[in-house]
C-alpha cells in the first residue's frame, strides 16, 4: 500500500520532508499540499503532481488524503492536528505539537474523544543512533545509574524573528523530550541561567542560556542553549554515571591531519546532523500508517514537553527552580 500525505506547511522542514519521502524512503507519496504561502504550496507541488488545496481542513477532509504531515508553524499546529483526529486520519505533527501545555491537552481530549492514538509529535532525536546507543548504554545498567547529564544545542546563527521564548519552546524542547525519553522519568522542575550574553547577537535574545532540568529522581540534566555561536550546529550530550559516562561521539567519520592540526568536520545545521534520524522517523511513521497503527511520541510526550517549556519561561522570568505541573496521565497513553 502507498500511504498518500497530505502536508501542512512546506517550508525549509516540510520542503526537506517532502524531498526525503520522493528521493530516499519506500511506502509513501506527497498527495496534497497546503501553504499559507498559495505560490510556495504550488511550487512545492508542481513536479510532485501533488493537489494544492487553500486551507488545512480542507487537505485533511481530501478523500485522496490517507494520513497528514504537519510542518507549519507552532501556534497553527493544534487546529490541524484536531481536524485530523475528527477526521480519524493519522498525523505526523513536527514539534512542538503546541506551544502551550494547554494546547496539548486539548489535542489529547480531541484523541480521547476519538478514542484513538493517531497523533505523532516529530521529536527525531529519538531515531538518531547515538542517542539510542546511550539510551542502551543506561538500560545495560553496567555503570549504574545515571546522575547528571551534560548537554549542548549551539546553532550558528538565527533569524531576527527568533524570539527569547524560542530558546525554550523551539530550540531545548528537543533536550526536553531527549532527557525525559532517555532517563525513562518525567521531569520536575526547571531553572534557567542567563551567563554573560554574546554580543553577537539579537539586543532582544538573551543568549546563551542553560536549562537545569530536575527529574523526579533528581538526575539534573543541564542544557547550555546558544543559537548564535557562528561555528556549526553541534549537539552534544554526556551521561554521568556511577561507574562511568557516555557522550555522543563527533558525527565525522574522518579525521582530517594537516599542518592546521587534527580535526573532524562539524555539521551546519538540523537536516545535516540529523538526516539519519528524520528518515527513520518518518519510515518508521509511513510504515505505522500502512500497518494501521501509531508509533512513536505520542501526544502525551508533546504536552509533557510543552509543561516543562511553560515551567522553563516562568523560570526565566523569575530566575528560580519552577516546578513542572502535569496533569494526571489520560489512559489513553497509559
Ligand atoms: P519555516 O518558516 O521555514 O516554514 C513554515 C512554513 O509553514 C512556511 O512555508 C509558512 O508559510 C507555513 N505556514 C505557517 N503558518 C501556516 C498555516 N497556518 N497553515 C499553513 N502553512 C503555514 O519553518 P520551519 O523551519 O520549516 O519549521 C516548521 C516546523 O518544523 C516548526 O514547527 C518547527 O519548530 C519545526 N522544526 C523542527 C525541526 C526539528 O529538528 N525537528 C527543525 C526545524 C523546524
Redesign the pocket.
Known amino acids: 500500500m502507498t500511504v498518500n500525505i497530505g502536508i501542512?506547511?512546506?517550508?525549509?522542514?516540510?520542503?526537506?520532508h517532502v524531498a526525503r519521502i520522493r528521493t530516499e524512503l519506500a511506502g509513501g507519496r506527497i498527495a496534497a499540499v497546503?501553504?499559507?504561502?498559495q505560490a510556495?504550496?504550488e511550487r512545492v507541488a508542481a513536479p510532485l503532481g501533488a493537489a494544492v488545496y487553500a486551507?488545512?481542513a480542507q487537505l485533511v477532509a481530501a478523500p485522496e488524503v490517507d494520513a497528514v504531515l504537519?510542518?507549519?508553524?507552532?501556534?497553527?499546529?493544534e487546529?490541524?492536528v484536531t481536524a485530523a483526529i475528527a477526521a480519524g486520519k493519522p498525523v505526523l505533527?513536527?514539534?512542538?505539537l503546541a506551544p502551550t501545555a494547554a494546547g496539548c491537552v486539548r489535542i489529547m481530549e480531541a484523541e480521547a474523544r476519538a478514542g484513538a492514538k493517531v497523533v505523532t509529535v516529530?521529536?527525531?532525536?529519538r531515531f538518531d543512533r547515538g542517542y539510542n546507543e546511550i539510551k542502551e548504554a543506561i538500560a545495560a545498567g553496567e555503570l549504574g545509574r545515571p546522575l547528571i547529564v551534560h548537554n549542548r544545542h549551539r546553532n550558528p546563527t538565527v533569524p531576527q524573528s527568533y524570539t527569547a521564548d524560542m530558546a525554550i519552546n523551539?530550540t531545548a524542547?528537543?533536550e526536553i523530550d531527549t532527557m525525559r525519553w532517555l532517563l525513562g522519568e518525567e521531569i520536575a522542575a526547571v531553572r534557567v541561567d542567563q551567563p554573560r550574553p554574546t554580543s553577537r547577537r539579537f539586543p532582544h535574545l538573551a543568549d546563551p542560556l542553560v536549562l537545569a532540568l530536575v527529574t523526579e529522581s533528581g538526575v539534573i540534566a543541564y542544557d547550555e542553549v546558544f543559537v548564535n555561536i557562528q561555528y556549526a550546529y553541534d549537539i552534544r550530550c554526556e551521561v554521568v554515571l556511577e561507574a562511568g559516562t557516555v557522550a555522543l561521539a563527533d558525527q565525522s567519520a574522518t579525521v582530517r591531519r594537516d599542518a592546521a592540526g587534527a580535526r573532524h568536520r562539524l555539521t551546519a545545521d538540523?537536516?545535516q546532523r540529523?538526516g539519519q534520524a528524520?528518515a527513520a522517523e518518518l519510515q518508521a511513521w509511513i510504515n505505522a500508517v500502512a500497518a494501521g497503527r501509531q508509533t512513536g511520541p505520542t501526544a502525551w510526550d508533546g504536552y509533557a514537553a510543552a509543561a516543562v517549556c511553560d515551567a522553563g519561561l516562568r523560570a526565566l522570568a523569575s530566575g528560580g527552580l519552577e516546578p513542572v505541573e502535569l496533569i494526571a496521565k489520560p489512559a489513553l497513553y497509559a
Open positions: 501542512v506547511g512546506v517550508g525549509g522542514m516540510g520542503q526537506a497546503n501553504d499559507i504561502d510556495r504550496a486551507d488545512d504537519v510542518a507549519s508553524f507552532g501556534p497553527a499546529h487546529a490541524t505533527c513536527e514539534k512542538p516529530g521529536f527525531m532525536r523551539d524542547i528537543h538540523h537536516n540529523f528524520f
